[in-house]
């Protein structure tokens, strides 16, 4: 009887060991990004337990009997060998971990709004987020435009001229990882912002009609006093660039050399042949042919 009890205490002992043995049972998920929520299980773990990843440890953010959660670390891309060791012992059976690239991510665009014919520094637009790279390209709609990589949380690219509308704006990492887009808006709508009278001449004169968001094709909608009318109604003449206006009265009154001229999307001129050149009160809005246009502007002028 003794020495059936001397010969079974080996196998206990064994059986013990065997029973203790620190081991990885599953990991979830087996690859992520940094900042990836990972859950270990396995044991038995205690507080002597410590997770590698690789040759780097990585603290526990909870530690139970047969579980332990962890966050990636930021290291490179790649696959690592995970293993959980403690005062005296080593996973037996360490597993494989892929630290996968992080997509980049876009949190702003500034400025998200720009104007059809803003100048060149006008058109500078900065891309802030996180996990840009100096091979980051940016993509308007989906195709590639130059960028400058400032740092890893910011790119720069210079608008091209467009069409005014809505833009999505992408950033995509060598890997083929794409941030979702975020919209950038080209505004077309024209604004009066100061109006000067030009050079005189013997009949006429230029009023300069600064703004923005002009076009070739604007036109110019003229309101004023109608003193064929005995001073009590009001005439309307619409002035398209380029071109002659179109006679509201009998064509020998001044009318008949008036006309709208395109200098610059910032700036229109109005040739303006007044019957006299005592001053009175002009109401001017620009339209645009997309039919946006401009607040009703007041000046007083001959």
């Known amino acids: 009887m003794f020495k059936t009890i001397l010969l079974l205490l ?88 892929e630290v996968l690239a992080p997509p980049p991510q876009i949190a702003a665009i500034e400025p ?17 987020g996180r996990h840009f790279l100096p091979a980051t390209q940016l993509l308007l709609n989906g195709t590639v435009v130059g960028s400058r990589f400032l740092d890893a949380g910011a790119l720069e690219f210079d608008l091209p001229e467009l069409p005014a509308g809505v833009y999505g704006v992408e950033a995509r990492n060598p890997d083929g990882t794409a941030s979702l887009p975020h919209s ?15 050079d005189d001449f013997v009949n006429h004169y230029e009023m ?14 003229v309101r004023e006093t109608d003193r064929a009318a005995g ?20 064509s020998n009154l001044p009318a008949a050399g008036e006309q709208l001229r395109y200098a610059d999307c910032h700036t ?13 009160e002009l109401t001017l809005q620009v339209i645009n042919p997309d039919g946006k246009k401009t607040e009703p502007y007041v000046v007083t002028m001959p």
């Open 184 to 198: 950038l808006w080209i505004n077309s709508l024209p604004e009066i912002s100061t109006v000067e009278q030009g």
């Open 112 to 128: 998200r709004n720009l104007d059809f014919c803003a100048d060149r520094a006008g058109r500078s637009v900065r891309v802030e």
């Open 208 to 221: 300069l009609i600064h703004g923005k968001n002009f076009f070739f094709n604007s036109i110019l909608v």
């Open 10 to 97: 080996p196998a206990l002992w064994s059986a013990a060991g065997s029973a203790s043995a620190l081991e990885i049972t599953s990991v979830a998920p087996g690859r992520g990004v940094p900042d990836t929520r990972v859950v270990l299980t396995g044991g038995p773990f205690t507080a002597q337990s410590r997770i590698y990843l690789g040759e780097q440890y990585v603290p526990p953010l909870q530690l139970l009997p047969r579980q332990m959660d962890f966050i990636v670390p930021a290291v490179p891309p790649g696959s690592y060998s995970l293993t959980v060791q403690d005062d005296i012992d080593m996973a037996l059976q360490p597993v494989l971990f």
């Open 268 to 280: 229109l001129v109005y040739l303006r042949y007044p019957s006299n050149f005592q001053e009175k």
């Open 231 to 250: 001073g009590m109604g009001t005439r309307q003449t619409t002035y398209y660039a380029h071109r002659n206006a179109p006679l509201p009265v009998p």
